[in-house]
């Protein structure tokens, strides 16, 4: 049995949990100096297959790895989360920056948010083109809006979308990009064989509709799916100082229409993050993945971000996916709820008899889509963790759901 180790030498196991919710012993290993912090990144939740199972895992470990050096060198949540979707986006595997989804017109175009959990201050960009790090452009977006208001007296903003959004992202010195280096040979083919399917399916709708009335059948039972990643990444960070982070950045739907925006984008949707404070005893961190529309239409980020301020998280966060997402009444006419969450749980715990804190950390992970991939690490760890969660055999995506996740522990010593 693997262990994670904690500032103290003591050991703490991990509980991954499975659709039923009962735990399997497994942990994690770590070696080094004593730690400063603990990142949890995914490659999204959709459909990942074996045949690439070690490039998502891969890209996983590397931003994990980026994250954590931040936070080595001393840096806060917000920049060490910000390096991990940075890694995440420049992954051509990822439908974020590189390698994202094309849209109707054959371009890229990206939605990201990030959220500051100590200050609560959040960024956001929607429907961006020509950028290839979204996520750069949301964090500048949080940080701009930090420094008070514009002339004569101007809110600053906090979302942009489109044109505008890229207009601000080259006058605040943040390089362009086009979309044909953005596109890669997996997502020009995929848009191919998507429009060729779109062909088809207009062609079927139109021979559909000059059918006899007696005819039985509709058209969408004519219709070839259209194959969309739905593998928005994401992170969640804690640092030294117990602040949490959480960013979150999709390439969207797959022949999406163009000026789209999902939930990558919208407040409370694609991730949440909120600090400890009086009404809340816990530092909570989440990010989100899945179809965009049934993500917006629950808010599950701050859903979820509520729930778990629970004593037991596990269960918290199953009820949440449970009633708030796939029970949701706001879903009740769609045949299946896709979508995944990544948690982060930090409470402050009681000085020790060493003049330290010990800070007692949860992380989980949840989807209903047939598998989501996550990696985790904390800054004493020598290496990531990485595992491709996947539903249990029988399940039904859409309509089930698996969670798994561990705890472990982060000194914190008083000089």
């Known amino acids: 049995m693997e262990k994670l180790i904690n500032s103290t030498g003591c050991t703490e196991t991990v509980f991954p949990l499975n659709y039923s919710g009962t735990k399997h012993n497994s942990s994690i290993s770590s070696r080094g100096p004593r730690a400063v912090g603990f990142v949890l990144v995914h490659a999204g939740a959709g459909y990942h297959s074996e045949s690439k199972a070690k490039e998502y895992k891969h890209v996983c470990k590397r931003a994990c790895q980026k994250a954590v050096d931040r936070l080595r060198t001393g840096a806060m949540a917000l920049e060490a989360v910000t390096a991990a979707l940075t890694e995440l986006e420049d ?3 990822t439908n974020a920056g590189t390698g994202s ?22 960024g956001a960009v929607g429907a961006l083109s020509g950028i290839k790090n979204p996520v750069l452009v949301a964090r500048r977006l949080l940080s701009e809006a930090q420094k008070g208001k514009l002339s004569a007296g101007r809110i600053p903003p906090c979302f942009l979308v489109g044109i505008g959004a890229q207009q601000w992202a080259l006058g605040h010195g943040i390089p362009p990009c086009s979309s044909e280096k953005m596109a890669t040979k997996s997502s020009l083919a995929a848009y191919k064989r998507n429009k060729r399917k779109m062909e088809l399916a207009e062609k079927t709708e139109l021979t559909f509709l000059k059918r006899p ?13 259209i194959s969309s990643s739905l593998d928005t990444v994401g992170a969640v960070v804690v640092d030294q100082d117990g602040n949490v982070a959480a960013a979150v950045s999709s390439g969207g739907l797959a022949m999406k229409h163009p000026g789209r925006v999902g939930q990558a984008a919208h407040y409370g949707c694609g991730c949440w993050a909120e ?141």
Not at 104 to 121: F, H, W, Y
Not at 279 to 300: D, F, Q, W, Y
Request: one cysteine or more; proline letters at 4%.
């Open 91 to 93: 992954s051509p595997f």
């Open 101 to 122: 989804n094309l849209n109707l017109s054959g371009d890229v175009e990206c939605d990201a948010s990030i959220m500051d959990g100590k200050s609560l201050d959040y």
């Open 213 to 225: 009335r007696s005819s039985s059948g509709t058209v969408r039972e004519f219709m070839p799916p």
């Open 275 to 415: 600090n400890a404070h009086d009404a809340k005893p816990c530092g909570t961190a989440v990010s989100t993945s899945g179809c965009g529309e049934h993500l917006i239409r629950t808010m599950l980020a701050r859903e979820c971000s509520t729930a778990v301020q629970t004593e037991d998280a596990h269960q918290a966060l199953l009820e949440a996916m449970q009633n708030k997402f796939i029970g949701s009444p706001f879903l009740a006419s769609e045949d299946g709820v896709l979508g995944g969450v990544i948690v982060l749980k930090c409470k402050r715990g009681d000085e020790q008899n060493s003049g330290g804190f010990q800070d007692l950390l949860e992380f989980l992970w949840s989807h209903t889509t047939e598998s989501m991939c996550v990696g985790y690490m904390s800054a004493h760890d020598s290496k990531a963790k990485t595992h491709i969660s996947r539903l249990p055999p029988g399940a039904v995506a859409g309509q089930s759901l698996a969670i798994e996740g561990g705890v472990c522990r982060l000194g914190v010593t008083n000089e």
